[in-house]
């Protein structure tokens, strides 16, 4: 069974992860250090409960496609894929030290809350691969994750095991977060709480066919499209119905609406063409990297501060998280030292330091 949700420091690690860093996986060198050092058994087992060889084959391609985006795109070292290699053992490992602890604890996760979980995280992995405004199904999502659907059910419901363990033992330890402490941290990181500036976009994008090798002939042809939709707009049509019928944004369906974001999340050419429109204004066309494009800004809101009365539940939540994690490792780290209660077949070591480079 593949393990679309992992449970640990954080509580949670959704499906919607998994499936991402699974669907844009980086293809492997068919034998790597960790995948040489894979026994033809279990990985490991965690008082007699195997943790199986798929199993650590999926979390470790899921933990090498984060790095691999969060790099750029830039090819991973034997070095990195043997951290990755060991922490993928580690997560697993904890994992099922929680989980036994939820069996044994008997600690009730209702069929019904399993149900809205997987909803919910399923409905974020339709809005995330979806292209074109093709939405896919739950069976599409499914099959690039290499699930069942009562396996990813059966998956979900350890997840919300593994996180009532863990808040289980912090409540063990009576672990509390006070009003005081969130303001203190919110006063000690207050150039953290800002809201950022925000716009509300609607686009018509053409798309231009190989951007990265197109001819002068591709160019002229999508500059000609977004000329033709200009036209259009100026003859009466509207925005939205002419960027449904001609825009290549995923957004096309509804009428070129982005909705409004943050300024990080739009390309930066449409933030510097934004920055000398009025609200309610259409750009010329221009042109990217891309393609051709031509924006109306919607509105714009500027940054402003976060009020500790607005941030306090968040801050709240995720302090309670650092100190639920410390709980959870504090727990975990006599059973993973025992070498009765865990037995480790994969072997692999950390890469050697550099050595320190002698000053001249």
């Known amino acids: 069974m593949k393990y679309i949700i992992f449970t640990l420091a954080a509580a949670t690690l959704t499906v919607c992860t998994a499936f991402s860093a699974v669907a844009q996986a980086p293809a492997l060198e068919k034998m790597d ?39 750029g795109g830039k090819k991973l070292g034997e070095d990195v894929r043997v951290k990755a290699g060991i922490s993928t053992l580690a997560e697993l490992i904890q994992r099922e030290v929680l989980v036994q602890l939820g069996m044994r604890r008997k600690l009730d996760v209702p069929q019904s809350a399993v149900k809205e979980a997987y909803a919910k995280q399923l409905e974020l992995l339709r809005k995330e691969f979806t292209v074109e405004g093709k939405v896919p199904t739950e069976e599409e999502i499914l099959l690039r994750s290499g699930q069942e659907h009562d396996g990813a059910l059966e998956d979900m419901h350890k997840a919300l095991l593994v996180e009532k363990a863990s808040k289980a033992l912090a409540e063990d330890k009576g672990l509390t977060l006070t009003d005081k402490e969130a303001r203190e941290f919110y006063d000690e990181n207050k150039s953290r709480f800002q809201r950022p500036g925000m716009l509300h976009l609607k686009q018509i994008f053409v798309r231009v066919e190989n951007p990265g090798t197109a001819d002068d002939a591709s160019w002229d042809k999508a500059e000609a499209a977004i000329k033709k939709a200009v036209a259009r707009i100026q003859v009466g049509e509207s925005f939205e119905g002419v960027a449904k019928s001609m825009s290549n944004g995923q957004d096309a369906e509804q009428g070129g609406d982005m909705q409004m974001r943050p300024t990080q999340s739009i390309p930066p050419v449409y933030v510097d063409k934004a920055g000398t429109m009025k609200d309610g204004e259409t750009s010329e066309p221009f042109k990217s990297d891309q393609g051709w494009h031509i924006i109306r800004l919607i509105a714009r809101e500027g940054e402003s501060d976060v009020t500790f009365d607005d941030a306090k539940d968040w801050i709240k939540e995720r ?42």
Request: glycine share 2%; charged share 25%; proline share 7%.
């Open 33 to 71: 250090a960790v995948q040489r050092a894979l026994p033809d058994g279990p990985v490991a087992l965690v008082d007699g409960k195997a943790i199986t060889k798929d199993d650590y084959l999926f979390l470790y391609k899921s933990q090498l496609a984060r790095i691999h985006l969060a790099s």
């Open 319 to 360: 302090l309670m998280q650092v100190k639920i994690a410390a709980a959870v490792e504090e727990y975990c780290q006599p059973i993973l030292a025992d070498d009765n209660r865990v037995q480790i077949f994969l072997q692999l070591r950390p890469p050697a330091e550099e050595p320190a480079k002698k000053k001249s």
